[in-house]
């Protein structure tokens, strides 16, 4: 992957694409990136703003087909260095539009995800004002030690020929040309007296006749014609003799000056100065300072110095040193001169304006004072090495710190000057701030290192959520600069805190458990993001007052940052970063928002890909069939139950229309309905006769519903069906089989009016004439055998006619049909009737039989007759098996309840039958040889009874010891009681 590819895809995830790009162009430095075949992938800089250079001349090129195979070879070289892992940085030059431009180049290697190198950053600085400060100094340095050499010589030397010769050899030696020489001009043609540098042999290949063409046409002919100065840049375009050009060529004379001698109004002859570098003779203060030189050589010439002509060669030389200050004072470049020891001695107002001092303090203090520590003893180190002309030249890029504290970063370059007048060196020392640059190109590696560690985190949407987490935390340190990283999530109520994830650089160091669980209102600062729902810096953290103590476990905190996590404006994490060791800014919030918000965009779609799998298994394995169509009803998925279902398979259905199982049966204007209802946004529920894939018709119970896309429109129908065939089929048999169960209750209820009328209405007649016969035979006679026999009569006929009250009672509870009349009774009036009732009775057999009432206020709320045969039955069962001793009815009041107990000391009931006491038809005592006569209906019937009024009953007793019954009755009106129902008996018969 490419930079450019990088930068566009991550550009695309920032709040404001325009930031980075805007940022790139306008860079004065060219950033650029390469793939491994040497071809320019993306340029940026504000050198490409303008018509005749653009990135179309850069873009799918190498740097041999912009620039030729000479000058693009030295950049190839150093591509094939960086494709092999290594950072390399160069300098070079090249013409443009006639202009020499200086390039300091430093490439870097692009890794990729197997840390193997997939291409190359490039920051190219244009360096051509520094470099051509540099030439100019170096160059006016040579001028001025060429005069104060050939000052000294023009004292001492007499003779005209050891004058040229040490003027020629001052000008290559000192002032560093390649070749000088110097000729006098005698009967036409130019005869050479001193020459001195690179290949001498050249004067002899031209000539030197000036009625030659050849000879007319060369530099020196043509200052010698015009009596003028004559330079030369480019050969080619100034019509020079082809000789000339050609030979020129060879030895690789870039640039000439020819200086004329004229002495007295006559041509003496010429001297001709050689360079190989094309922007020679550029400067005007060169050529002055040459000028004058020759001047000075001129008038050495003549035989006599005169004290006034001496006076003027002083002012000259009062005139080059003004020159020489000017230059040096108005330099853009700051420039210095340094004692070998390292000391400033002299600084131009450029130097100490980069400084922020004025030379009174800068002077006299070392360069390394203002260097960063850090890279203090590098440059002392190369400096050792300058002075014992180890190197050549320190060049490289510095950090500073100001008189005022400021941190600058310079590009620095430092030279050793010796003056030949004396055994003294110094170094030139020139500084050009460089900061923004710098700054630029660390914001540009760190924008690369954010890029790729998206590129990463993009990765790995389907990796584990901790991976995902741990990764992002310690790509969050590295991105910021920072030492420490952690991330905590907010809980749903915005108070707590759960620790997830600390950076692996904390964990290296803490040893001890740390806390999991954090409430915000006992948080530090680190949760500040949260309570202020924005990015909060603290720089200068220990100073900070309210910061708050840090746990024992806790590493000490120089800087902290932390920002937070939103999701629908709720912020669900913060994460946050520590002890960088500059301070944080807005441009670390930035990126550490960009990056943390991508993490948390990997893991909801991470989150939400789970929970999509987690339905998708639902609706798969679904018992119910799934189908969902488009907006037509076209078929798009069914599940595999819905299959099963119709015997269809999935490629069967998907693609078809709903209606494809329709049997037919059901009638146009259903599915309109139907239709009407979705569309308009509800939900349809209904069943369905369809028609299976082997013809076979079904019933379906479906919910259909309208699936709604993020602009409210609906998109798709989801309907969840089940097979009802069986469930038609069991609901048809159910409501025959209750036609029959209302049929048999019907013929039930009209058996039992029968059997009460043909019963009772004989059994009615058999007593009344029963006691017409008694009545009359008492008058008659006195036998006691027939008054037994129609006493008997009698008896029976009062048996049968209670046990077909009973069964009606009983049948009526069970069937729900007793008639309830709720009403204020009291029960001290009910309980004296039914005492009175049994009184006789109870005389006959001798019983002590007691009536105890307790209680003034004994009204209840309640049915009167399901009361009265309440107590009936039971004071009839207890005088029943009582044979001697007593019954007692005892009635207490309560707060809300009253109480009543039925005592007797009966024959009891043996603990085994006491929980069927209550079913009916149940006796303790059963067959022809029970002792009592009875149906097991009237226990029965008090219960129902009870249960239907609210009265809780309970019994206690034992064999041959007796029985009581405790009954508790509510006695207020607001009392709750049971809604008419039929009473439900367990071992009835059904």
């Known amino acids: 992957m490419t930079i450019k590819n990088i930068q566009n895809e991550t550009i695309m995830d920032t709040n404001d694409p325009n930031i980075l790009l805007s940022t790139l162009k306008n860079q004065h430095d060219i950033i650029y990136s390469l793939d491994v075949n040497h071809r320019h992938t993306a340029v940026y800089g504000s050198w490409l703003n303008n018509e005749k250079i653009n990135p179309e001349m850069f873009l799918g090129k190498t740097a041999i087909e912009i620039m030729g195979e000479e000058k693009g070879r030295i950049h190839i070289e150093s591509n094939k260095r960086v494709l092999s892992g290594e950072s390399v940085n160069y300098e070079w030059s090249y013409n443009f539009d006639g202009t020499i431009e200086y390039v300091q180049t430093s490439l870097s290697p692009i890794f990729g995800n197997n840390s193997n190198v997939i291409g190359i950053l490039g920051i190219g600085r244009n360096i051509t004002k520094l470099q051509r400060a540099n030439i100019e100094i170096k160059k006016l340095h040579r001028a001025r030690k060429m005069i104060s050499e050939f000052n000294r010589m023009l004292v001492r030397i007499d003779s005209i020929e050891e004058l040229s010769k040490a003027l020629v050899e001052n000008i290559v030696e000192t002032g560093g040309y390649h070749l000088a020489w110097t000729g006098k001009l005698i009967d036409g043609k130019l005869i050479p007296i001193s020459k001195h540098g690179y290949d001498e042999k050249f004067l002899d290949s031209i000539t030197h006749d000036l009625e030659n063409i050849n000879c007319a046409e060369f530099p020196a002919g043509i200052a010698i014609r015009s009596r003028k100065l004559f330079i030369s840049r480019n050969s080619k375009k100034e019509n020079l003799s082809s000789t000339f050009i050609e030979e020129a060529e060879k030895r690789n004379f870039r640039s000439t000056a020819a200086f004329p001698i004229i002495i007295k109004g006559k041509m003496f002859g010429v001297v001709v100065i050689y360079s190989n570098a094309e922007d020679s003779f550029e400067n005007p203060e060169e050529i002055n300072i040459l000028t004058e030189m020759i001047d000075d050589f001129t008038f050495g010439i003549t035989s006599n110095i005169k004290d006034e002509e001496l006076s003027v060669f002083r002012k000259a030389i009062e005139y080059r040193e003004r020159v020489f200050s000017k230059i040096f004072n108005e330099s853009a470049v700051g420039i210095s001169m340094l004692s070998l020891d390292g000391k400033i001695i002299l600084t131009n107002s450029s130097f100490e304006e980069i400084l922020e001092c004025t030379g009174e303090i800068i002077n006299g203090k070392l360069l390394a004072d203002f260097i960063e520590k850090s890279q203090t003893d590098k440059l002392v180190e190369k400096m050792k090495k300058l002075e014992k002309d180890e190197i050549n030249l320190i060049s490289d890029d510095y950090q500073l710190t100001s ?33 923004s640059n710098i700054n630029a190109a660390r914001k540009l590696k760190e924008e690369e290192e954010r890029f790729k560690a998206l590129y990463d985190l993009s990765k790995m949407e389907f990796e584990d959520e901790k ?50 669980n954090y409430l915000l209102k006992n948080a530090g600062m680190w949760a500040d993001a949260l309570r202020q729902r924005k990015p909060v810096i603290h720089n200068n953290y220990m100073e900070i007052e309210q910061k ?133 946004g509800k939900s349809w529920i209904g069943e369905f006769r369809n028609k299976k894939k082997d013809g076979t018709l079904f019933w379906e119970n479906a919910i259909i519903s309208p699936i709604f896309n993020e602009n409210s429109e609906i998109d798709n129908f989801v309907a969840v069906k089940d097979d009802i065939t069986e469930q038609k089929k069991l609901n048809e048999e159910l409501i025959i089989a209750k036609k029959n169960a209302e049929a048999a209750s019907s013929l039930k209820s009209l058996f039992l009016s029968q059997i009460s009328h043909e019963i009772r209405t004989p059994l009615n007649t058999i007593l009344n004439f029963s006691n017409l016969l008694q009545e009359e035979l008492t008058v008659c006679s006195s036998s006691f055998d027939l008054n037994d026999s129609i006493s008997a009569i ?44 049994f009184l006789d009775e109870a005389k006959i057999k001798g019983l002590d039989y007691e009536l105890n009432l307790f209680s003034k206020n004994t009204i209840i709320f309640a049915d009167s007759f399901a009361v009265s045969q309440i107590f009936s039955h039971l004071l009839d069962n207890a005088i029943k098996f009582t ?12 707060t809300k309840n009253l109480t009543a107990q039925i005592i007797d000391s009966g024959i009891g009931v043996e603990k085994k039958y006491l929980k069927k006491i209550f079913d009916t038809f149940s006796q303790e005592e059963m067959g022809y040889s029970r002792r009592y006569d009875g149906n097991g209906l009237g226990m029965a019937l008090v219960k129902g009874l009870c249960d239907l009024n609210n009265i809780k009953i309970g019994i206690e007793s034992e064999k041959d010891n007796g029985t009581i019954i405790t009954l508790v009755l509510p006695k207020l009106k607001n009392a709750s009681f049971p809604s008419k129902k039929p009473y439900r008996d367990n071992n009835a018969p059904s």
């Open 467 to 516: 991976e995902v987490i741990q990764f992002a935390v310690d790509k969050a340190v590295n991105i910021t600069e920072s030492d420490i990283g952690y991330i905590h999530f907010v809980e749903e109520d915005q108070m707590n805190l759960n620790l997830l994830v600390w950076s692996k650089s904390v964990m290296e160091i803490c040893n001890t458990d740390i806390p999991k």
């Open 883 to 894: 044979t001697d001793g007593y019954v007692k009815v005892n009635l207490f009041n309560g």
């Open 403 to 435: 008189c005022s504290g400021k941190k600058i970063w310079v590009r620095l370059h430092l030279s050793k000057i010796s003056f030949s007048d004396s055994d003294e060196s110094q170094f030139i020392c020139q500084i050009l701030d460089v900061t």
């Open 548 to 680: 708050g103590e840090l746990p024992e476990w806790h590493i000490q905190l120089k800087n902290h940052m932390n920002v937070p996590i939103f999701e629908h404006d709720k912020v669900v994490a913060i994460a946050g970063v520590g002890n960088k060791d500059t301070d944080y800014d807005d441009y670390d919030a930035q990126k550490l928002t960009i990056f943390i918000n991508e993490m948390w965009q990997i893991i909801s779609k991470g989150r939400s890909a789970n929970q999509l799998r987690k339905f998708k298994e639902a609706v798969s394995q679904s018992l119910s069939g799934i189908v969902i169509t488009d907006i037509n009803g076209v078929i798009e998925y069914v599940n595999p139950s819905y299959c099963e279902t119709t015997g269809y398979s999935l490629n069967e259905l998907v693609g078809e229309k709903s209606s494809k199982l329709q049997s037919g049966v059901m009638k146009k204007n259903e599915y309109k309905k139907l239709w009407d209802t979705i569309l308009s």
């Open 794 to 837: 009698k008896s029976g006929s009062h048996r049968i006619s209670r046990t077909i009250d009973l069964i009606l009672n009983v049948a009526q509870l069970k069937t729900g049909t007793y008639e309830m009349k709720f009403e204020m009774v009291d029960l001290s009036k009910v309980l004296s009737d039914i005492h009175l009732n």
